[in-house]
């Protein structure tokens, strides 16, 4: 199994960032995948999840400004962060749950002025 995000970066508050990650190893087309964030003396919080039918669930922090969607032609899951705030700040992972849930090494989102 492997998940590789990218698109993190450098944004100011009111901004926006759209968040990828290819996925290979497993059967991208049935399995769940999620992104969840994880700041520094944090634990790892969960943000958001799509199921293989496309329903979609959002952490209330989160709800109306982010978007989750997949591709599953290309084996690919996104999350599209609009209206960010400072309190977004965090290295960001993608999850497939399998048997066990497996994670990206993470990207770094950083909202500042």
């Known amino acids: 199994v492997q998940l590789v995000e990218s698109g993190g970066g450098l944004v100011q508050p009111g901004g926006s960032l759209r968040l990828s990650c290819v996925a290979s190893?497993?059967?991208?087309?049935?399995?769940?995948m999620s992104w969840a964030r994880q700041t520094t003396g944090k634990g790892r919080e969960w943000v958001s999840g799509i199921y293989s039918d496309g329903d979609k669930l959002y952490a209330e922090s989160v709800e109306g400004r982010f978007t989750i969607s997949r591709d599953n032609a290309k084996n690919m899951v996104y999350l599209q962060m609009n209206n960010l705030k400072p309190e977004d700040t965090a290295v960001y992972y993608c999850?497939?749950?399998?048997?066990?849930?497996?994670w990206g090494q993470g990207t770094q989102v950083t909202v500042s002025s």
């Open positions: 999850g497939a749950s399998l048997t066990q849930d497996y």
């Open positions: 190893g497993f059967n991208f087309r049935t399995t769940a």
